[in-house]
């Protein structure tokens, strides 16, 4: 899962407009007075021209040999000078411009970016590029400056094309099945070496859900030598659909999304290897329950050796198996339990007699070295050799795994866990730090020597990108002056103790003179829901709302309460079982801390936001609580039968085993309790959290008499992009706070 009255029509919008204005010309009017140091900002200035801060380098990619750092910028391909950090172009625009094909849909350019599907791919050579231009695959030439078109995969996204090791071919999704192209050969014909008998077969496409929940992004890999590829097959065939209808056409037209829900089937999956020229695909026998479990990760430990991750449908257990290739014969390696749910932000990796993973065991995900008979598929269990890290903090991303060199470079929140650190430890453990300034920093490392992509920031400071040839050693090549030219402050930082002693970390920005008492109406604005670590020393592109609320007025509270992540197991788990009471109980422990601790805010005009997991926790507390009068719940799931199987299983169990649960956590059988002025949002085309979720939260509120304001977004996708969308969209979230939340209580 990813980070409203009905207003009857137009005219009741422009009124509503108007009524904002004075106030909102009066706000900007006193800004001026006080904002010497720069402009206020403005819904346009964020979202109209597309990203204010301008567009960081796209599609980061290293050549094989760790000699060019490439990325896509303004439509050409530029790469980075390894010793100075200087750019220049290496393929224009205009050659670019002549590989590219036309626009996808509104669905294709959302999955492009959300799963950051690769638009560029170096050969192994290092010397040539492929190019994917909505499916039409461009081999590209650096040394005679040429692109020819080798395939078509008749898809704009999730074709997932690859070379092969040696590079001779080329592999990659159409149709539901797995073809290869053999560029040796005349006329480089495809073959296809899994084809789907029907269309509810995937041969090593990856669907929805494993896309969006289990962090699956290739669901085929070539072995070592090149002569095989192991995928996995998902039979969807009794998977429910549900219908994405678009109104726009005159004759609408309906996708039909393979989407199961709480207690439905799931994908029925299993690994298969073939010849890389085709044949008879050998299955890994591999125990499984069919319809049920998931194979969330596999790959291949040697040239005839597959391993496969195994991942009970009740994500209590985890189990990593090796089988062999030729005979699909397996057996299991290793395996690991939870009272709970297993942690789904995990890494494993496969190779040279070694696995190294990540895992929560000892109460915080920590990297974990075991060993394994190499070459061997009828061994025993794999042995533990050490716990490479151990403490109170999280190992984040792991960027590299390097068997034959035996190391690791991986992100940790270690030393402050609202700050995020580059490190590499040996698989001896020995532990070496290769960032240390404050804030967060993200790690892209170059697959051979020591080279790695830096990008910082902080809380108050938007990304740096960082060319580093070895730790220390680094020059920017990418950062932007955009903020300069506008007045932005910093919020407070708090920290409240939970009941139960946790603590709870939070951000309050201020109106920059506000010191009356009473006089800063007070919005709330958390995600709240699993996974995220939302209050962090780091660039968030929400902070510019943000801003701009406050210099009409507001103030904004974030915080991280339980059930969120980044901060250990047990604080992770306070949600299982629990999508709600917990998590509300936190965020109103951090809000009358606040409003102890500044007396400025009025606790009489509070509002209450959020977006995804989000948004259905603005609709609990609004439901669960009198004191919000204004809130905008923007794409929420409003009862938890609606959302997919794997996300609200891991934690709240199949509906039959926890069916209280879904009743009382669902908020749309609390709807009849809504307090304060709501404004709901949905995109017709979104896949993720369907708009079943408001319409159904609706109907509610209708039997009850209760207005409601209702904003669609036709065609568009979870994420609304778009600037005239996000424009309009936060035009209307700022309205419905100066309309419901600004005016005095009397």
Not at 372 to 378: E, F, H, I, L, N
Not at 593 to 615: C, E, F, N, T, V
Request: charged letters at 20%; aromatic letters at 10%; proline letters at 5%.
């Amino acid at each position: 899962m990813t980070r409203f009255a009905f207003l009857p029509s137009a005219l009741a919008l422009c009124c509503l407009l108007r009524t904002l204005a004075p106030a909102a010309q009066a706000a900007r009017s006193d800004l001026d007075q006080t904002s010497s140091a720069g402009k206020p900002l403005t819904v346009e200035a964020i979202f109209a021209h597309g990203p204010l801060l301008g567009h960081p380098p796209e599609s980061l990619t290293w050549s094989p040999d760790g000699k060019h750092l490439t990325y896509i910028d303004g439509g050409e391909l530029v790469d980075v000078d390894l010793a100075t950090a200087k750019s220049h172009v290496m393929v224009s625009r205009a050659k670019l411009a002549a590989l590219s094909g036309a626009a996808g849909s509104e669905k294709d350019k959302d999955h492009r970016d959300r799963y950051r599907m690769a638009s560029y791919l170096w050969a192994p050579d290092s010397a040539h590029l492929l190019f994917d231009s909505n499916g039409r695959l461009w081999l590209y030439d650096l040394k005679t400056g040429t692109g020819v078109q080798e395939g078509f995969t008749g898809a704009a996204s999730g074709d997932d094309p690859k070379f092969s090791p040696n590079g001779d071919s080329i592999s990659f999704v159409r149709d539901h099945g797995l073809s290869v192209l053999h560029l040796k050969d005349a006329g480089m014909p495809a073959t296809v070496v899994a084809p789907a008998p029907k269309d509810t077969i995937l041969n090593g496409e990856v669907d929805w859900v494993y896309e969006e929940e289990l962090d699956v992004r290739s669901n085929y890999f070539w072995s070592p030598d090149s002569n095989h590829l192991a995928y996995l097959q998902m039979n969807e065939g009794e998977v429910p659909q549900y219908p994405i209808e678009d109104w726009i056409p005159t004759h609408a037209t309906v996708d039909l999304e393979r989407y199961p829900q709480p207690g439905d089937p799931n994908p029925d999956v299993r690994v298969g290897v073939v010849g890389a020229r085709g044949g008879k695909t050998v299955w890994m026998k591999i125990p499984i329950q069919a319809g049920e479990d998931y194979i969330p990760r596999f790959g291949w430990a040697d040239n005839r050796t597959v391993w496969v991750e195994t991942l009970a449908r009740n994500h209590k257990h985890r189990e990593i198996y090796f089988a062999d290739a030729g005979t699909g014969q397996a057996h299991q390696v290793l395996e690991f339990s939870d009272e709970k749910f297993l942690d789904d932000n995990y890494d494993v990796s496969v190779g040279y007699g070694t696995i190294a993973l990540t895992n929560w065991s000892d109460g915080h995900n920590h990297l974990y070295l075991y060993s394994y008979d190499a070459g061997t598929v009828s061994g025993g269990m794999a042995r533990l050799v050490r716990q490479l890290t151990k403490g109170e903090f999280d190992v984040g991303d792991v960027a590299a795994v390097d068997h034959a060199a035996k190391m690791i470079r991986y992100a940790s929140n270690e030393g402050n866990p609202l700050e995020q650190q580059l490190w590499q430890v040996s698989f001896a453990g020995d532990r070496t730090p290769l960032t240390s300034g404050a804030g967060t920093h993200e790690g892209n490392f170059a697959p051979a020597g020591e080279g790695f992509v830096d990008t910082q920031s902080s809380r108050m400071s938007p990304p740096t990108l960082e060319l580093c040839v070895k730790a220390g050693k680094c020059n920017t090549f990418w950062s932007t002056r955009a903020l300069e030219a506008y007045h932005t402050s910093a919020p407070q930082q708090l920290e409240v103790k939970a009941h139960d002693g946790s603590t709870l970390y939070a951000t309050l920005l201020l109106p920059e003179g506000a010191t009356s008492a009473a006089s800063v109406p007070l919005i709330v604005n958390p995600y709240g829901g699993p996974g995220i670590q939302e209050v962090a020393n780091r660039w968030d592109n929400d902070l510019l709302f943000d801003q701009l609320l406050a210099q009409h007025g507001f103030a904004v509270l974030h915080a991280d309460n339980r059930g969120s992540g980044s901060r250990g197991r047990d604080f992770a788990q306070a949600a299982y079982h629990n999508f709600g009471p917990v998590e509300l109980e936190d965020q109103l422990t951090v809000l009358d801390a606040a409003l102890d601790k500044y007396p400025q805010l009025d606790k009489k005009r509070l509002g209450w936001w959020g977006w995804s997991w989000g948004g259905t926790f603005t609709l609990y507390a609004m439901t669960h609580s009198d004191r919000f009068r204004a809130g905008v719940a923007v794409a929420p799931v409003t009862d938890w039968h609606n959302y997919d199987s794997i996300y609200t299983e891991r934690y709240m169990s199949e509906p039959a085993d926890f069916a209280s649960g879904y009743h009382d956590f669902s908020v749309v059988n609390s709807a009849a309790n809504l307090k304060g002025r709501l404004l709901l949002v949905h995109g017709t085309g979104d896949d993720n959290v369907h708009m079943e979720n408001s319409v159904q939260f609706i109907q509610q509120l209708i039997e009850a008499q209760l207005p409601y304001d209702f904003e669609i977004y036709p065609r568009k996708t979870h994420s609304i992009t778009g600037a005239d969308v996000r424009t309009h969209l936060f035009n209307r979230i700022l309205a419905q706070f100066e309309t419901y939340l600004k005016p005095p209580v009397e």
